[in-house]
């Protein structure tokens, strides 16, 4: 990080209500933000979705711009640059996969690490969108965009049949984690997208965290590394 530039205060409204968001790192150039389940990172479609993390952190940040984002129900670490070069150079660091994210996730069972992978498996399943069930996405092979999933058993809790996960994803497709973890069978707790029922109940929320950022800071070139532990 770059000296006397991290921060870690939550920012709260005149009320004192919390804002769904704390800074985990801001400097002239670019904010980390961990961002809280259930609040989208851009407006949505309608009045009732103009409440959202950029609208909120712009409140106090007027100059800052979206460079990625998260799924409503998924929480942590989202970037946004603070003039519209810094958003095109970060953009660009995503765009050639120079961008390692890394997130957390309790699924249902017990996923076993394919023999001979190591430490990490990989889920290889081309992902297209849903039109009769939009926003969904399916695996499609022959329409579907390629995707890629890298994932390492952190823990299991056979109380619970769960697992705890560690995932790579080296694509950005929308809903990529959750279509991908859907579809070799331990969906993630709480998803009420991908889940049925019973995965439903099992958690409040989405179990589902962003829980790094590793980048070189398009200014100086420092390496930029900038992790948050689940909640849950």
Not at 73 to 78: E, M, P
Not at 103 to 114: E, H, L, S
Not at 222 to 232: G, K, V, W
Request: charged letters at 20%; glycine letters at 8%; one cysteine or more.
């Amino acid at each position: 990080m770059l000296p006397g530039s991290s921060q870690n205060n939550d920012l709260r409204g005149n009320d004192a209500a919390p804002r769904g968001f704390e800074i985990v790192h801001a400097d002239a150039s670019l904010l980390v933000l961990n961002k809280a389940a259930g609040l989208l990172s851009v407006p949505g479609r309608g009045e009732d979705k103009q409440d959202c993390l950029s609208t909120r952190v712009q409140q106090h940040y007027p100059d800052a711009l979206v460079v990625h984002r998260l799924d409503m129900a998924t929480s942590g670490l989202l970037m946004m640059a603070r003039s519209i070069a810094i958003q095109r150079a970060l953009g660009a660091l995503f765009e050639r996969r120079q961008v390692n994210k890394r997130y957390v996730a309790v699924v249902d069972g017990d996923p076993v690490t394919p023999p001979g992978a190591g430490a990490w498996g990989l889920i290889d399943l081309p992902i297209a969108v849903d039109w009769p069930s939009r926003p969904l996405r399916v695996i499609d092979a022959e329409h579907g965009k390629a995707s890629q999933t890298r994932w390492r058993v952190l823990g299991h809790d056979a109380l619970t049949r769960s697992s705890r996960l560690e995932l790579a994803p080296l694509t950005g497709r929308s809903h990529q984690l959750r279509v991908h973890l859907q579809a070799i069978g331990h969906p993630i707790l709480g998803d009420r997208l991908y889940g049925d029922a019973t995965v439903q109940a099992r958690a409040p929320g989405l179990l589902l965290h962003a829980s790094r950022l590793q980048f070189a800071h398009p200014v100086s070139g420092e390496l930029m590394d900038l992790r948050s532990a689940p909640p849950f």
